[in-house]
């Protein structure tokens, strides 16, 4: 399987703060990488598809980036309600991994 | 409006089984694979697996090889989630995604409760 991993784990950040949120898969996956955001008692949420095509109806402050195994998603300038924990997904070989998640505090 | 709405809370005990259901409206079901994904109180995302509900063909994870079932039922626009052999380990959050593979439309999530 591969293995997807995120860092950092938690992270907090000040409003209209630039944050990043990394993810590295265990083996190259293209482009096939996606990007979602959970609530607290909500279902996630997707932002980002194919490593870095926008979502419809998602803010354009989220962006993605990457190719290969090393993935970024970022805010360019952080919102109160950003507060989610942030999950990667690759998809380019079943099981379709997800990363632990990255939960983004807004101070 | 597309969605996917998922059925009620459950509670089982150890041992039993748990078949959930997924009905896809606003859009046909035929068109985009249904995929679980589950979340442990506290826990994060893992991805159960996925039914094409055109031809009705699966891809499950290996760790719930043998003990678990997806089918569907396209005159009612509903994909269904059968678990058996449940242990304390499965109460969790079930969640159906509509995607080609990647997850586009998600379900409230149905929880599961396995306890004696």
């Known amino acids: 399987d591969i293995q997807m991993t995120q860092s950092p784990s938690t992270l907090s950040a000040s409003v209209g703060d630039r944050v990043t949120i990394t993810c590295r898969a265990s083996?190259?996956?293209?482009?096939?990488l996606a990007w979602y955001q959970q609530k607290p008692g909500n279902a996630p949420n997707l932002l980002i598809y194919?490593?870095?095509s926008l979502e419809s109806g998602v803010p354009l402050r989220f962006s993605g980036s990457g190719s290969g195994t090393e993935f970024t998603l970022t805010i360019s300038s952080l919102q109160p309600n950003d507060s989610a924990t942030y999950y990667c997904?690759?998809?380019?070989?079943?099981?379709?991994?997800f990363g632990q998640g990255t939960k983004l505090e807004t101070k | 409006q597309v969605q996917v709405v998922q059925s009620g809370p459950e509670v089982k005990r150890p041992g039993a089984s748990v078949k959930l259901s997924c009905k896809a409206a606003?859009?046909?079901?035929?068109?985009?694979?249904m995929h679980w994904v589950r979340q442990a109180p506290g826990q994060g995302l893992e991805w159960m697996g996925l039914?094409?509900?055109?031809?009705?063909?699966?891809s499950y994870a290996q760790e719930f090889q043998g003990r678990l079932t997806m089918t569907r039922d396209t005159s009612t626009s509903t994909v269904y989630m059968e678990l058996s052999s449940l242990t304390s380990d499965d109460t969790a959050i079930y969640y159906c995604?509509?995607?080609?593979?990647?997850?586009?439309?998600w379900g409230k999530g149905t929880t599961v409760t396995v306890s004696s």
């Open positions: 997904q690759q998809y380019n070989k079943s099981p379709f991994t």
């Open positions: 995604a509509r995607g080609g593979d990647f997850m586009d439309v």
């Open positions: 606003g859009y046909n079901l035929i068109n985009y694979n």
């Open positions: 194919k490593a870095s």
């Open positions: 083996q190259p996956i293209s482009s096939w």
């Open positions: 039914i094409n509900p055109s031809g009705g063909s699966t």
